[in-house]
């Protein structure tokens, strides 16, 4: 696999065409959207952080549907045949830090196709895919990413995958709490993965959000992890095959190995990957990796620049456009991304890209509405129902639901009145119940205030 040796002359064969074919606007934008769209993991919990964790306690001890393997559930869940919030476990499933780029589209028809169309395009000095058969595998599939595993600031939250023959990028994303993942990091950190049987509750990640517009195919789920329970392994067990592909993107002036007319790739834009063995060598096995790919890159153009990379953990390259950790911390260059908009026909989600880009976010609640409907509250009743409000504002906003917001905007209206309607305040808060469920266990102590009001 790591062959760095080059011929003086590259011969490149394209079986069964001329090797024309094209990077249309489409696949860009997927492909430059997934990268983005893993800051999306930051948000898909908003219903159960901080004060509202205390629901989940709760959690039925019931196993629900049982899978034995990715393929199983991803099929069952792009059929939909499963559901957000249904609970689901996943049997003898290795735990490992990398996550799919796009969750779930290995196991589509168009992922499908894509894949076989690759092999019409390799590079016989290398046994490789040029780049334009690397661009159909990831088209059809194939990459993956590693997430930060601090948490975030509003709470712990740490980002995996399950997979059930080793393959990160046919896995399923995890979300667990900090409970959990110190029961499994260190095997992880020490053998590169950890096999148990989880439970969890499936969710999705909400796309509106995405900084990048753009009509996404299918959904992106993942599964809130609320137990794990480890499959212990014989000392003379073999070791689970782990499998990580890892994917970049690059932008050079003379691509070689493309053939493509100035329609096809006007923007001479190529991907590649490299697959690694996390277990492998102590880790040292990613290191080699990364060399392949950079290898890779001025294989086939004199000058690459890195557009996006593959690990939150670590800047592998230097220079990159978008890397991860600026992507995931929201310090990505808004500018840059502005000129992207413009070149290359992007986008931009508007809702979500303002002056200031302090979080992702739906319809933002009016401020002094707030504002003067708590200094009401604090005056009337105390601290703690104004704090209370507080985090059912956030928690609405962080929810993205334009229901919920429209509801808990009239709430404070109806709320600063000197004399509110104890019917319409109890009309508007069913409402963001009812579009945001978890908020229900705070329904008595909102009642309280209605009736203090």
């Known amino acids: 696999m790591f062959d760095y040796k080059q011929s ?9 065409g001329d090797g024309v074919a094209s990077l249309n606007k489409r696949e860009f934008i997927q492909i430059f959207a997934d990268a983005f769209d893993n800051m999306l993991y930051n948000f898909v919990e908003s219903d159960i952080d901080t004060f509202e964790r205390n629901l989940y306690n709760k959690f039925s001890e019931s196993t629900g549907k049982v899978y034995y393997s990715n393929s199983s559930y991803w099929k069952e869940t792009l059929l939909d045949y499963n559901y957000i919030g249904q609970t689901i476990t996943l049997k003898d499933f290795a735990v490992i830090e990398w996550l799919p780029s796009s969750p779930g589209l290995f196991f589509t028809g168009k992922a499908e196709k ?15 895919y040029l780049p334009l058969g690397k661009l159909e595998m990831i088209m059809g599939g194939v990459g993956s990413v590693r997430l930060g595993s601090e948490g975030t600031s509003n709470s712990n ?15 399923i994303p995890l979300i667990l709490d900090k409970r959990i993942y110190l029961q499994i990091i260190d095997e992880i950190k020490t053998k590169g993965y950890c ?9 999705v990640l909400h796309t509106e959000k995405s900084i990048i517009t753009f009509d996404r195919e299918i959904p992106k789920y993942c599964l809130l992890v609320e137990h794990f329970r480890h ?8 070791v689970e095959k782990i499998s990580v592909t890892i994917a970049a993107a690059f932008q050079s002036e003379d691509l070689k190995g493309y053939n493509l007319t100035e329609e096809t790739n ?16 102590n880790g040292r096995d990613l290191k080699k990796a990364v060399e392949w790919i950079t290898q890779y890159t001025y294989r086939y153009s004199s000058n690459p620049r890195i557009i996006s990379d593959f690990d939150e953990h670590f800047d592998h390259f230097g220079g990159v456009d978008f890397t991860l950790q600026e992507i995931m911390s929201n310090r990505f260059n808004k500018e840059l991304l502005k000129q992207y908009e413009y070149s290359y026909q992007i986008n931009i989600n508007k809702l979500v890209f303002g002056d200031n880009f302090e979080h992702v976010s739906g319809m933002i609640i009016n401020r002094s509405i707030v504002t003067n409907s708590l200094n009401k509250v604090s005056q009337q009743l105390n601290d703690e129902a104004v704090q ?5 504002t956030e928690a609405v906003e962080k929810s993205g639901n334009n229901d919920a917001t429209e509801n808990l905007e009239e709430f404070y209206k109806e709320l600063q009145n000197s004399k509110p309607k104890k019917s319409l305040l109890k009309s508007f808060w069913y409402g963001v119940v009812t579009a945001v469920p978890m908020l229900i266990i705070h329904t008595d102590r909102v009642m309280n205030i209605i009736e203090k009001a």
Not at 8 to 16: L, M, S, Y
Not at 195 to 203: F, N
Not at 388 to 392: A, Q, S, W
């Open 8 to 16: 003086d002359e590259q011969r490149f064969i394209f079986k069964k």
């Open 114 to 128: 894509a894949r076989r169309k690759a092999e019409l395009f390799v590079n016989p000095n290398y046994n490789e």
């Open 157 to 171: 939250k740490y980002f995996m995958c399950a997979t059930s023959n080793g393959a990160s990028h046919e896995g």
């Open 195 to 203: 096999k148990g049987t989880i439970t969890g509750t499936i969710a």
């Open 231 to 238: 499959t212990y392994e014989k000392k003379d067990a073999i």
């Open 266 to 281: 006007k923007n001479n834009f190529a991907w590649t990957y490299c697959t690694f063995d996390p277990c492998k060598d």
């Open 388 to 392: 209370l409000l507080k985090g059912i």
